[in-house]
């Protein structure tokens, strides 16, 4: 029997210490990442609360549309992200929320804080409906299928003119700005820049509340169902997993927050029609910001949403033609070169850990 | 023919029913036929897995030996025929239900979580288990079982060499605590010192009084450990007998076992 090694598993054991292959080891401070957040979030909010006070209407607005970016991404990455079903549907659920929240408000029917609110129920309850026959199609199946959804919500809103006032579009009241407070009482100048930025607050709410939301799927058990569902739907099922139920209430509450920044969104452009909010560049815009920040992650959206909002709103001011050019470039480069986005990168280089808390 | 005959009586043909070992089953098919679509694939399937039984299914591609496991699991519904997991029918159940009710499945190809972590794998494998107390013990479980796990826990399962995964993807299925485990295919695609291992395993496991049904194209290897076997061939039941019986018989060793 010379020559002849038994393999054992202990001899297996062996050669794996000895080849040294690197097994990865989480930090220290990756224990304590939840509280680092909420101190960042903290901060963060607290500055950016203050922020109108020290930009002019051109910045702020530029803020809002970070804030709105980030609310879209980071919900699409609930569902899309973690389980790995891209969707399409964003936009429809965009339009269909800014519809509800307008009419709501056109017809007097509710004041805007509750038309907000509705409008993001409305559309979770329509994601709920639709998702479960669409969410049993897999792959590009369920991305053309959302597509073509949301193009159908486009048209019923247009062909309803009875109700949505179809083509000419729903006019919002103007919001009457008072004068600014800058002396005085500190909470006297807070509630006036407040009144006189009410969506700019609305959508600061919205996206934090869609980053808590991201934050505690992304690191519960529900997170991990979801990313087993994108690592093998299969396996999923064979470990007890409801997937269908799981993927149900991913997209319902992943399609709560497009319906609500819809609404927002409606209130702060004054005019909404059906080209304008169901354009499918709302879909793509929170693909490519969570693509390019890192799908399937917490910060990744997030960071992705400020960079690319920040960077495109630059181009755009240079020339408005090469924009379009950029981001389409942009996209495809980070496709080929940094598939898993910009977090994906820092993890490769070790600089941070391969943790749900990222 | 004068050796078939002498194997006859160990080894049946399917038209006589084999009643193997002695009690009740643990997991029975009774006729179980089931279709992708309009095609067709198991016809008036029967077997049965009784306590601390290994069992083998063989046979060609295309028998149907995957389909088996997926018609037990639930991913597959029966269109005729009745699946029973101790003395109770689970005919139609949804998958879930089935795991919780002590069914273990490892699906072909080594299926592991890729992005997540080797603990986060096994943790997945206990998703059914209400008490989260007892997924601490059944990890440490798993990890003397299987020790390279224990030294990659946190290591990301998709980075893991390809036998590697196979030892993740035995040990989640215990995590479950399963009272029989469905294996697909645990050797297919490993280098030979993995095969070996995976084998080594599966006689841990069945030294250990696990219950096992095994589908393997290593048809000759997977009798070797198992109590018995079925062939199967287009769906439908062709030969059964013990483990050894069926490695003896001419006719299997010449249809299946390639000599």
Redesign the interface.
């Known amino acids: 029997m010379s020559g002849v090694t038994e393999?054992t598993?202990?001899a297996?054991?062996e050669r794996?210490?000895e080849s040294g292959r690197p097994?990865?080891?989480?930090p220290r401070w990756e224990r304590h990442l939840g509280w680092l957040y909420l101190v960042l979030l903290l901060g963060a909010v607290a500055w950016l609360a203050w922020f109108p006070r020290l930009a002019n209407a051109y910045n702020v607005t530029l803020a809002l549309t970070v804030l709105l970016v980030i609310a879209l991404a980071t919900s699409w990455n609930i569902l899309s992200g973690f389980s790995g079903y891209t969707s399409f549907g964003h936009a429809g659920f965009f339009g269909i929320g800014s519809y509800v929240g307008a009419l709501l408000i056109f017809y007097e029917r509710t004041s805007w804080i509750p038309a907000v609110i509705l409008a993001g129920f409305a559309t979770a309850l329509i994601a709920l409906v639709i998702g479960y026959p669409t969410l049993r199609l897999r792959g590009p199946y369920f991305a053309i299928t959302m597509l073509g959804l949301s193009e159908l919500a486009r048209i019923v809103v247009t062909a309803w003119d009875s109700l949505t006032l179809g083509g000419q579009g729903v006019y919002l009241p103007i919001l009457r700005l008072e004068p600014p407070v800058t002396s005085g009482p500190l909470i006297d100048q807070l509630r006036n820049v407040v009144h006189n930025n009410q969506n700019y607050y609305a959508m600061l709410l919205l996206a934090v509340v869609a980053i808590v939301v991201s934050y505690a799927v992304g690191t519960s058990r529900f997170g991990?169902?979801l990313?087993?569902i994108?690592?093998?739907e299969?396996?999923?099922?064979?470990?007890?997993?409801?997937t269908t139920r799981i993927k149900i209430t991913a997209f319902a509450l992943s399609s709560f927050f497009p319906g609500a920044a819809g609404a927002i969104y409606a209130r702060h452009v004054g005019l909404i029609d059906p080209p304008s909010v169901f354009l499918v560049i709302w879909s793509i815009r929170a693909i490519a910001t969570s693509i390019l920040g890192g799908q399937?992650t917490i910060l990744g959206p997030i960071i992705g949403a400020i960079v690319l909002t920040l960077v495109t709103e630059k181009v755009w001011e240079t020339d408005p033609n090469l924009y379009q050019v950029f981001l389409g470039g942009l996209i495809v480069l980070v496709v080929l070169f940094i598939p898993g986005g910009i977090l994906a990168l820092l993890q490769d280089r070790g600089w941070l850990p391969?943790t749900?808390r990222i | 023919m004068a050796a078939d005959g002498a194997q006859a009586q160990s080894v049946q043909t399917q038209s006589a029913a084999a009643p193997p070992a002695n009690g009740a089953p643990l997991l029975e098919l009774r006729d179980v036929d089931a279709s992708y679509g309009k095609v067709q694939i198991l016809h008036a399937a029967s077997l049965a897995i009784h306590p601390g039984e290994v069992v083998s299914i063989i046979g060609p591609n295309g028998a149907g030996k995957s389909t088996v496991l997926k018609a037990v699991m639930g991913i597959l519904r029966p269109t005729t025929g009745q699946i029973l997991f101790d003395g109770q029918s689970i005919t139609g159940l949804r998958p879930d239900q089935i795991v919780r009710r002590g069914i273990g499945y490892v699906p072909q190809g080594r299926i592991v979580f890729r992005d997540m972590t080797v603990a986060e794998n096994l943790e997945m494998g206990a998703f059914t288990i209400a008490d989260k107390g007892r997924v601490r013990p059944l990890m440490d479980r798993v990890f003397t079982v299987f020790p390279r796990l224990g030294e990659r826990r946190t290591q990301r399962a998709g980075t893991m060499s390809g036998g590697e995964q196979q030892m993740l993807a035995m040990g989640r299925v215990l995590m479950s605590e399963p009272r029989v485990v469905l294996m697909d295919e645990p050797s297919l695609g490993l280098a030979p010192r993995f095969i070996e291992l995976v084998f080594e395993k599966i006689g841990e496991l069945k030294e250990a009084g696990m219950t096992l049904l095994l589908v393997e194209q290593n048809a000759a290897k997977s009798l070797s450990i198992s109590d018995r076997g079925y062939v199967l061939e287009l769906g439908r039941n062709r030969f059964t007998g013990s483990g050894p019986d069926l490695l003896a018989d001419d006719r299997v060793r010449r249809l299946y076992l390639g000599g």
Do not use: C, K, T
């Not at chain 1, 299969?234 to 409801?242: K, Q, V």
């Open positions: 393999e598993p202990a297996e054991l794996a210490r097994v990865a080891r989480l991990l169902e990313l087993a994108r690592d093998d299969l396996a999923a099922r064979a470990m007890g997993i409801r399937g391969r749900r």
